[in-house]
T-cell receptor, first 116, second 113 residues
Framework: GAVVSQHPSRVICKSGTSVKIECRSLDFQATTMFWYRQFPKQSLMLMATSNEGSKATYEQGVEKDKFLINHASLTLSTLTVTSAHPEDSSFYIC????????????FGPGTRLTVL | AQSVSQHNHHVILSEAASLELGCNYSYGGTVNLFWYVQYPGQHLQLLLKYFSGDPLVKGIKGFEAEFIKSKFSFNLRKPSVQWSDTAEYFCAVNAFGNEKLTFGTGTRLTIIP
């Protein structure tokens, strides 16, 4: 069964608005969650590591004020795309790490964001 | 920092053909290696992983991969593909002890019935 869920699955918004995407760990308390971005026909790029109870760690080139991450509980992390623009249109995917030995990650189904 | 390259961007095969998808990584230390599959309209799923032991790893749905340390490679193989194997395949690596995954650019596999 599903280990990670995301909501919404797709969202269309106007330029300048903010969009919140939720990532839930369904049967595991995840102190760490990961947020990726996938452009069409391209690979997944890690955006940030979400840490429960502390600030997220952003990858180089990712604007932390643009992509706000909140990890308020062990089962929920949110990504807010602030003042979205058409170039932010992408597929956003979250994941959790349930196996500390192999660091295997389990991925959510993704959220398709389209900014008009 | 590690990087991953997948040489085949799009592979088209007929059913029952044998498959090998290339994956090479660059990192000087110990790594964990993964192959993920993304079926049309579905989320990423793990096919197989290597983190220690036998370098020949068997995964789900008849897939296997061999870790060749001297070649920094982790190629994915399947002796006889099926139409249902049509999907996008991603190779990924993380450094031992580091949770961050680095993905290859992916290979789109199309199986013709």
């Amino acid at each position: 069964g599903a280990v990670v869920s995301q909501h919404p699955s797709r969202v269309i918004c106007k330029s300048g608005t903010s969009v919140k995407i939720e990532c839930r760990s369904l049967d595991f308390q995840a102190t760490t969650m990961f947020w990726y971005r996938q452009f069409p026909k391209q690979s997944l790029m890690l955006m940030a590591t979400s840490n429960e109870g502390s600030k997220a760690t952003y990858e180089q080139g990712v604007e932390k004020d643009k992509f706000l991450i909140n990890h308020a509980s062990l089962t929920l992390s949110t990504l807010t795309v602030t003042s979205a623009h058409p170039e932010d249109s992408s597929f956003y995917i979250c994941s959790i790490n349930r196996d500390s030995d192999s660091n295997e990650q389990f991925f959510g189904p993704g959220t398709r964001l389209t900014v008009l | 920092a590690q990087s991953v390259s997948q040489h085949n961007h799009h592979v088209i095969l007929s059913e029952a053909a044998s498959l090998e998808l290339g994956c090479n990584y660059s990192y000087g230390g110990t790594v964990n290696l993964f192959w993920y599959v993304q079926y049309p309209g579905q989320h990423l799923q793990l096919l197989l992983k290597y983190f220690s032991g036998d370098p020949l790893v068997k995964g789900i749905k008849g897939f296997e991969a061999e870790f060749i340390k001297s070649k920094f490679s982790f190629n994915l193989r399947k002796p006889s593909v099926q139409w249902s194997d049509t999907a996008e395949y991603f190779c990924a690596v993380n450094a031992f002890g580091n949770e961050k995954l680095t993905f290859g650019t992916g290979t789109r596999l199309t199986i013709i019935p």
